[in-house]
């Protein structure tokens, strides 16, 4: 295109256009990659004892970032490392100062979806059923004196 000819300057005007819209869509696109991830941390701050928002938060973070065996999506990777509020809120209770990768702030949210099931299951306020019938009948099965989960 630089090598000029009788259509260099349309090429060049063709390119300059391209570039423009792609700028365009590029904000839009991290417009609502903010507002999803946003939406889901607004979320998870008004269940803080859902340790599945926190796992969806996690699993949106990595997945995105890695939509295919080897090859990163860039695009994504950037809107999250460049966007100040992305970093401070889904980087809630880190270091500030540094921005954290996709892959980081996943692992972050994974953890605390573990730290929050572990804390309702030594609570026992989180029960695993083994199959539908006992999750609809809600109640566990009784042994002896007291109350146990079947797999107990």
Sequence with gaps: MDAGGPKAGE????LLKLRERMKEKDAQFRTWVQLGLLKLAEG?????????????IGKALWTKAAWSSGI???QFLKAIEEDDELQ???GEGQA????????????LWFAKGQATLEKQIRE?????????????????????????????
Excluded: C
Aim: charged share 35%; hydrophobic share 35%.
């Design 11 to 14: 090429r060049s005007a063709q």
């Design 44 to 56: 998870s701050r008004h269940l803080p004892d859902d340790p599945y928002l926190k796992y969806e």
């Design 72 to 74: 990163m999506e860039m």
């Design 88 to 90: 401070k809120v889904l």
């Design 96 to 107: 500030p100062g540094r921005r954290r990768t996709a892959f980081e702030l996943a692992e």
């Design 124 to 152: 026992g306020r989180f029960r695993v059923f083994q199959t539908l019938a006992e999750s609809l009948a809600g109640r566990p099965r009784r042994t002896g004196a007291t109350t146990r989960p079947r797999w107990a």
